[in-house]
């Protein structure tokens, strides 16, 4: 099967949009909406990443940048691996002890695993032709083997090494 150039940019641009949307929004949020940043920090702390307040400006700051870069396509698996990263650590920490779907109480994983997912397809198909990577030739030799593991790397090892790190989940008496 042979696709079409322009339907592969076409359906990149959406994807990388898409996601590039929800990831901003979700930064933003934290940033200026809700609890803003110490409303976010107290959430993080609940959760055990200590401290609080540096995760939430991490956590936020990682969303909108890679949401930004996603939008415009620019370093494209970087900003995949910034949502893997992120979404990573939701969902360990947050997510996965609530069952698969997001309307199950605490929330599911659902959400954060097609998040995930679509990062690391993201920085493994990279930006398409329609983005400010292809304007640089240097910048299109990261998709592909080297897109991909720029996700695993950098988003997956990333949001282990921060785990490893930071989490400090509280014991539940017994």
Same mark, same amino acid.
């Given at each position: ?8 940019? &076409?359906?990149? !641009? *959406?994807?990388?949009?898409? +996601? #590039?949307?929800?990831?901003? %929004?979700?930064?933003? =949020? $934290? ?43 620019? &370093?494209?698996? !970087? *900003?995949?691996?910034?949502? +893997? #990263?992120?979404?990573?650590? %939701?969902?360990?920490? =947050? $997510? ?79």
């Amino acid at each position: 099967m042979v696709i079409e150039p322009d339907a592969a940019n &076409l359906a990149l !641009l *959406a994807l990388r949009c898409c +996601v #590039g949307a929800i990831m901003l %929004a979700h930064g933003i =949020n $934290h940033v200026f909406r809700g609890g803003k940043i110490p409303g976010t920090a107290g959430w993080f702390e609940s959760l055990g990443m200590k401290p609080g307040k540096l995760h939430a400006w991490l956590a936020s700051l990682t969303e909108i940048g890679a949401g930004a870069m996603l939008v415009v396509g620019l &370093l494209t698996p !970087l *900003a995949g691996a910034g949502v +893997v #990263g992120v979404m990573l650590v %939701a969902w360990i920490t =947050n $997510h996965r002890k609530n069952g698969f779907f997001i309307f199950r109480p605490g929330e599911g994983w659902e959400y954060v695993m097609s998040l995930t997912v679509s990062g690391l397809v993201i920085a493994t198909l990279g930006a398409g032709e329609w983005s400010i990577d292809n304007q640089s030739d240097t910048l299109t030799d990261l998709a592909g083997w080297s897109g991909f593991w720029i996700g695993v790397v950098a988003g997956g090892g990333g949001a282990l090494a921060l785990l490893a790190g930071f989490w400090r989940p509280l014991k539940k008496a017994d």
